[in-house]
């Protein structure tokens, strides 16, 4: 059967993979495209096993948001090409939307609209794309009354970037305003870096670390315990003011702080306003990232030829 370029290009775009694997897909199935998407698909499952070693700290983060419900997702690759990768793009904000509804352990098994689970969805563009790929994180906030809003920083494509900060605010107060200072918060979350909400989200084992650690240097400065008490509580306090969001001083104005500020937009809208909860993704935070060094793999290819 003459493989026409009519079937080529159909091929290519249901599979998104090159145009001489699609071709010769074809040629091995005597033109059934159908037979050939799985042709394809079979040998992705045995290139994406090759590839599952690399290791993935570039990619996307994502985020979806659908009424007062929103999501932030991580999905990982290989090198920073492949988030320009069209196909990777909707990959990442499909699986953002289904995070809305569905918590990190049960992404994966999750369901696409194509009818794929995520996890085949990823061995998949392993395979057409020509990198390691996985999903590595996935959080979700929401509010009964009030707006869930976002804020890309370093943005590829609308909802999608390097950084993405989600707030959630708990107020019955005019929804446009809500959105607006949603917006802020979000920016200043994205650059201030929180990690905790308020004083009561604090892990107590942290703080009693923070104490030991600051009493441990003081008294080795050779203060004395009297003055080192009061030290510590000063100490202490500016150690909130890094880490706690109510704590930080707004980066808009660079003086109020954030609790002073949603005391007085309540009183601006005439209802109180809530922060529920925030999320900060910053992409590949926490990943161990190879270090190449070019004349050595130039030459270990040398020694393999």
Same mark, same amino acid.
């Given at each position: 059967?003459?493989?026409?370029?009519?079937?080529?290009?159909?091929?290519?775009?249901?599979?998104?993979?090159?145009?001489?694997?699609?071709?010769?897909?074809?040629?091995?199935?005597?033109?059934?495209?159908?037979?050939?998407?799985?042709?394809?698909?079979?040998?992705?499952?045995?290139?994406?096993?090759?590839?599952?070693?690399?290791?993935?700290?570039?990619?996307?983060?994502?985020?979806?948001?659908?009424?007062?419900?929103?999501?932030?997702?991580?999905?990982?690759?290989?090198?920073?090409?492949?988030?320009?990768?069209?196909?990777?793009?909707?990959?990442?904000?499909?699986?953002?939307?289904?995070?809305?509804?569905?918590?990190?352990?049960?992404?994966?098994?999750?369901?696409?609209?194509?009818?794929?689970?995520?996890?085949?969805?990823?061995?998949?563009?392993?395979?057409?794309?020509?990198?390691?790929?996985?999903?590595?994180?996935?959080?979700?906030?929401?509010?009964?009354?009030?707006?869930?809003?976002?804020?890309?920083?370093?943005?590829?494509?609308?909802?999608?970037?390097?950084?993405? /900060?989600?707030?959630?605010? @708990?107020?019955?107060?005019? *929804? %446009?305003?809500?959105?607006?200072? &949603? !917006?802020?918060? =979000?920016?200043?979350?994205?650059?201030?870096?929180?990690?905790?909400?308020?004083?009561?989200?604090?892990?107590? /084992?942290?703080?009693?670390? @923070?104490?030991?650690?600051? *009493? %441990?240097?003081?008294?080795?400065? &050779? !203060?004395?315990? =009297?003055?080192?008490?009061?030290?510590?509580?000063?100490?202490?306090?500016?150690?909130?003011?890094?880490?706690?969001?109510?704590?930080?001083?707004?980066?808009?104005?660079?003086?109020?702080?954030?609790?002073?500020?949603?005391?007085?937009?309540?009183?601006?809208?005439?209802?109180?306003?809530?922060?529920?909860?925030?999320?900060?993704?910053?992409?590949?935070?926490?990943?161990?990232?190879?270090?190449?060094?070019?004349?050595?793999?130039?030459?270990?290819?040398?020694?393999?030829?």
């Amino acid at each position: 059967m003459s493989i026409t370029a009519e079937l080529v290009k159909e091929l290519r775009e249901r599979t998104g993979a090159g145009f001489m694997e699609c071709k010769k897909a074809l040629v091995e199935t005597n033109g059934d495209v159908d037979l050939a998407v799985y042709e394809l698909r079979k040998k992705g499952l045995a290139s994406a096993s090759k590839k599952s070693s690399r290791i993935a700290s570039e990619g996307i983060v994502g985020v979806a948001i659908d009424g007062k419900k929103g999501a932030v997702v991580e999905v990982n690759s290989e090198t920073d090409f492949v988030a320009r990768n069209e196909i990777f793009q909707n990959f990442v904000l499909e699986v953002a939307k289904i995070a809305i509804d569905n918590d990190q352990d049960s992404i994966l098994e999750a369901k696409m609209l194509n009818g794929n689970s995520v996890k085949d969805a990823i061995i998949d563009n392993i395979a057409v794309i020509g990198e390691n790929q996985n999903f590595r994180r996935s959080a979700r906030l929401s509010v009964d009354n009030g707006v869930v809003v976002s804020y890309v920083h370093s943005a590829f494509a609308d909802n999608l970037g390097k950084i993405v /900060a989600l707030v959630a605010l @708990e107020s019955t107060g005019d *929804t %446009e305003k809500l959105n607006e200072l &949603g !917006k802020q918060i =979000a920016m200043h979350v994205a650059a201030a870096k929180p990690q905790f909400n308020t004083d009561a989200d604090i892990d107590p /084992a942290i703080i009693e670390a @923070e104490k030991n650690f600051l *009493t %441990e240097q003081a008294l080795a400065e &050779g !203060k004395p315990p =009297a003055i080192v008490e009061k030290m510590i509580e000063g100490r202490m306090r500016k150690f909130k003011e890094e880490i706690v969001l109510e704590h930080q001083v707004f980066i808009v104005d660079g003086e109020t702080k954030i609790s002073k500020l949603i005391e007085e937009k309540s009183k601006e809208i005439g209802a109180e306003i809530k922060i529920k909860g925030f999320i900060n993704y910053v992409l590949g935070e926490g990943i161990e990232k190879k270090e190449e060094n070019f004349a050595d793999e130039v030459a270990e290819t040398i020694n393999k030829s």
